[in-house]
Nanobody
């Protein structure tokens, strides 16, 4: 059974940083691309970033490009999202995803 558990969210001031983690189990982690999505209050899900199985290719939405960095540690079966220069518009529940599996999200609130 695929399990994904995101963590690392919290309250941060505009301009601040957070690092999200997503621990995975139940599948051969290094064989799969991983995604981060987010859902802001009252809005639909938004794809944020992706990384291929080997970690050598990364992709970002225009809204986070240059501010967020995705990475992974295949030995630890964990994918990360380093978020810098956070804005109030980044406030959302962040989820990690593989294929059609979703974990519990972690709430990020950017507010002064």
């Amino acid at each position: 059974e695929v399990q994904l558990q995101a963590s690392g969210g919290g309250l941060v001031q505009p301009g601040g940083s957070l690092r999200l983690s997503c621990a995975a189990s139940g599948f051969t982690f290094g064989n799969y691309d991983m995604n981060w999505f987010r859902q802001a209050p009252g809005k639909g899900p938004e794809w944020v970033s992706a990384i291929n199985g080997g970690g050598g290719s990364t992709y970002y939405s225009d809204s986070v490009k240059g501010r967020f960095t995705i990475s992974r540690d295949n030995a630890k079966k964990t994918v990360y999202l380093q978020m810098n220069s956070l804005k109030p518009d980044d406030t959302a529940v962040y989820y990690c995803n593989v294929l059609d599996s979703w974990g519990e999200g972690t709430l990020v609130t950017v507010s002064s």
